[in-house]
């Protein structure tokens, strides 16, 4: 069961958007009964319950990127969902939300309700059909439908992020060694990543699983030893339980015990438009090979905010980029689509074609921005992050980037 419970509701749709949904999400079981009890498991309470009308409709679920969405109404009194439990195909309890705060479901009025998958950590890439339920608290009135989350494993929760190792270490410099590069592409719906190092006539390859922090804002680093702070991998993904809702903030403390906060101002006024917000903190030094060693030091990968990133996905499929803070010597690439980034092995001539091209490439090559070697921000300065789309240096704090 995760740690985290709490799930927002979302406003109304219109019915010409529902409607447009039951004609995509196609042969949806929708089922209603008064259950004996949510603790039982879905299989045994749609046996044992006795089906009813005229209270509680499920209309559609469609399964997306990351995230279920289920759109219900109710046919007569008005009834508060404050329960959402999710079951796999077995009938085994995956998940349970609670909306916070409860949903009301009016007569005639359709709702939308968003379940982000990365906050039901045995639902993080479970591919096969699940049982959505809504329940009240007593459990007296459920509603049931199911989808298939296979349909929904896209890359579109996919983020890419790329050091190339110091050129010159001046200011401004947009150079990459094509031969000195490591790279990842990790899904922050799920933690999963691939990372790759080049360098020294040498190459590294491994695939993980980094932290995704979805029940709490800090990050304590100065309580890991280094063997822990290692198995974090190359980066944390830390979760905003209230998806751009409301104001946040997440707060890294580093190795020594200086506290790195860094606020996440409220970006919509429902939920509803929000399926993920989630801030990226990257360690630029971690690769498979520098494991923890007495060489190495006690506060090695000392504070994980060599680059922060705050993504947020919304629902129409579009995200919103957000440059926290980032530092170093080191240039880095920031790379996002909603469809899908290019593969893993094309990153090395993604680099040489922005070479080649004046530090230019078009937007299907996924490059978000790049973080100029030796660039510290904030505060930003004029040669700091580079828009290899526009061409063109990026010069309002915060950078935002929109894309779609």
């Avoid at 990372?195 to 309580?223: H, M, P």
Wanted: charged share 20%.
């Amino acid at each position: 069961m995760p740690s985290y419970r709490r799930l927002a509701g979302l406003s109304s749709t219109t019915a010409v958007a529902i409607i447009t949904l039951i004609a995509v999400v196609s042969g949806v079981m929708i089922y209603m009964w008064v259950s004996k009890g949510v603790e039982q498991q879905a299989g045994e309470a749609s046996e044992t319950g006795r089906i009813i009308s005229g209270a509680v409709k499920i209309d559609a679920i469609q399964a997306g990127p990351g995230y279920v969405l289920v759109y219900a109404r109710s046919l007569g009194g008005t009834y508060t969902v404050d329960h959402v439990y999710l079951y796999d195909s077995a009938g085994r309890l995956l998940g349970e939300l609670e909306p916070q705060p409860p949903i009301l479901l009016r007569p005639g009025e359709p709702t939308v309700i968003a379940i982000p998958l990365l906050l039901v950590e045995e639902a993080r890439g479970y591919q096969g059909r699940v049982r959505v339920v809504l329940s009240t608290r007593a459990g007296k009135l459920s509603a049931w439908g199911t989808v298939d989350l296979t349909a929904a494993a896209t890359y579109s929760t996919v983020v890419g992020l790329l050091a190339g190792r110091d050129v010159s270490c001046r200011l401004g410099d947009r150079r990459v060694d094509v031969n000195q590069i490591h790279w990842l592409y990790v899904d922050v719906a799920t933690g999963r990543y691939s990372f790759r190092y080049i360098g020294g006539g040498s190459v590294q390859s491994l695939e993980g699983t980094a932290r995704v922090i979805a029940d709490s804002n800090v990050l304590d680093l100065s309580k890991m030893t280094p063997e822990e702070r290692y198995s974090l991998g190359p980066v944390v993904v830390i979760v905003n339980p209230y998806r751009a809702a409301r104001d946040y903030e997440v707060t890294v403390i580093d190795t020594y015990g200086g506290r790195h906060t860094f606020p996440l101002p409220r970006l919509v006024d429902d939920p509803a438009k929000v399926v993920i917000d989630v801030v990226v903190l990257w360690e630029d030094l971690w690769t498979p090979a520098n494991r923890p060693s007495p060489q190495r030091g006690k506060n090695y990968l000392d504070n994980y905010i060599d680059h922060v990133i705050r993504v947020t996905v919304f629902t129409n499929s579009t995200a919103r980029i957000e440059v926290l803070h980032a530092s170093g010597c080191f240039l880095h690439m920031f790379m996002y689509s909603p469809r899908g980034l290019p593969s893993f092995d094309s990153v090395p001539d993604i680099v040489e074609e922005y070479m080649a091209s004046s530090y230019r490439l078009p937007r299907d090559r996924g490059v978000v921005y790049v973080k100029s070697h030796r660039a510290a921000v904030p505060p930003l300065e004029d040669r700091d992050i580079w828009d290899p789309v526009e061409g063109r240096w990026v010069m309002s704090w915060p950078p935002v980037f929109t894309v779609g």
